[in-house]
């Protein structure tokens, strides 16, 4: 990994990125490993451009998938479930919205072939409606969790309860194979998985606050750890249901970056900066992290660094194409806040 790391775009680099116009930006990203595969394909459009980038990603997730000890599969695999969780996401939102898409087209079948389980969502885009495919959920280790959402969907008529859910399943997943390691794996392999849930949990409860909505139900679905960090606090905050009292507790706790995107809310009320600084905020725990490991942490975390770097590409993209301003456009790049 750490040869692997060297690899990775610096501060500096996205500096230099983010102030190019489009035609310069994918020239310049040509020369960076994870732009090989733009190579044959520069004058592709931004969402063709975004689909190569992001195989880069999954070349990632099939080495460390392919060399990784038998010991470590299991958990390895748990964390690659989170991209069979994307894919389904993506079908719930699309039949939500009752677009004219075909399933089959939206989805990305790699990671299904990587865990094997291509039948499975093949079984899922042929779902006429929401409510079809729910019940093949239902039918599915899924189904837990979607009988929770399901509830909430149909008080709210919103798809974010089942968005979360489904992550839900794959948070518990990673902390149930991560208890498995071997004792001196086990510990780096719990602070990843910690930090993982953190961040989710902190995004769902300030997201529900902020869209005044009530989710206590599909938080029960998440178990919290004994030694989980700030773990008080966390549990006060899914109990107040008020995005002000959140935000001032996140304030006595959070990172400088958490801080600074509450203060950047506080002016212009978008959510958005929240979002972005906890992610940041998530990234500088990781780095740090990656460098004071050389087992299982060190591989987890190059993976989230090479993952939010992509995420930060593809964002970059469309923002460069439709001539988004610089300035702000550094306010929504994780890796540069």
Not at 187 to 199: H, P, R, S, Y
Not at 220 to 227: A, G
Not at 231 to 237: G, S, T, V
Request: proline residues 3%; contains cysteine; aromatic residues 10%.
């Amino acid at each position: 990994m750490r040869g692997q790391y060297a690899k990775l775009l610096s501060q500096e680099d996205f500096e230099n990125l983010i102030n190019k116009p489009y035609e310069l930006f994918i020239q310049d990203l040509l020369s960076f490993e994870m732009g090989e595969k733009l190579k044959d394909h520069p004058d592709y459009q931004s969402h063709q451009l975004e689909k190569l980038l992001t195989a880069s990603l999954l070349d990632q997730y099939m080495f460390i998938l392919k060399y990784s000890p038998k010991w470590s599969k299991e958990f390895f695999e748990a964390y690659t479930t989170k991209l069979e969780v994307m894919n389904i996401q993506r079908i719930i939102r699309y039949l939500f919205s009752k677009a004219k898409v075909d399933l089959r087209e939206v989805i990305n079948l790699r990671p299904q072939e990587m865990l094997g389980r291509t039948a499975f969502i093949s079984k899922l885009i042929l779902a006429k409606d929401l409510a079809e495919l729910l019940d093949l959920l239902k039918e599915t280790e899924y189904g837990k969790e979607i009988e929770v959402a399901e509830k909430m969907y149909s008080k709210i008529n919103d798809i974010w309860p089942l968005e979360f859910a489904i992550e839900a399943f794959y948070l518990k997943k990673m902390i149930s194979e991560a208890e498995k390691l071997k004792l001196n794996q086990r510990k780096g392999a719990m602070i990843f998985v910690k930090n993982e849930l953190l961040t989710n949990l902190l995004l769902v409860i300030l997201k529900a606050d902020f869209v005044e909505v009530d989710i206590q139900e599909a938080l029960q679905l998440v178990p919290i750890p004994d030694e989980f960090p700030f773990r008080k606090q966390i549990l006060k905050m899914m109990k107040d249901n008020d995005l002000k009292s959140d935000l001032d507790l996140l304030k006595t706790f959070a990172s400088n970056k958490i801080s600074k995107g509450i203060d950047m809310y506080l002016e212009d009320k978008m959510f958005l900066h929240i979002e972005i600084a906890v992610r940041a905020s998530e990234l500088e725990i990781v780095r740090k992290a990656f460098h004071s490991d050389f087992g299982i942490l060190s591989i987890m975390c190059y993976l989230k660094m090479y993952e939010s770097q992509i995420q930060d590409l593809n964002k970059l993209l469309y923002l460069k194409e439709y001539k988004f301003p610089v300035e702000k456009t550094k306010e929504l790049v994780v890796n540069l806040v």
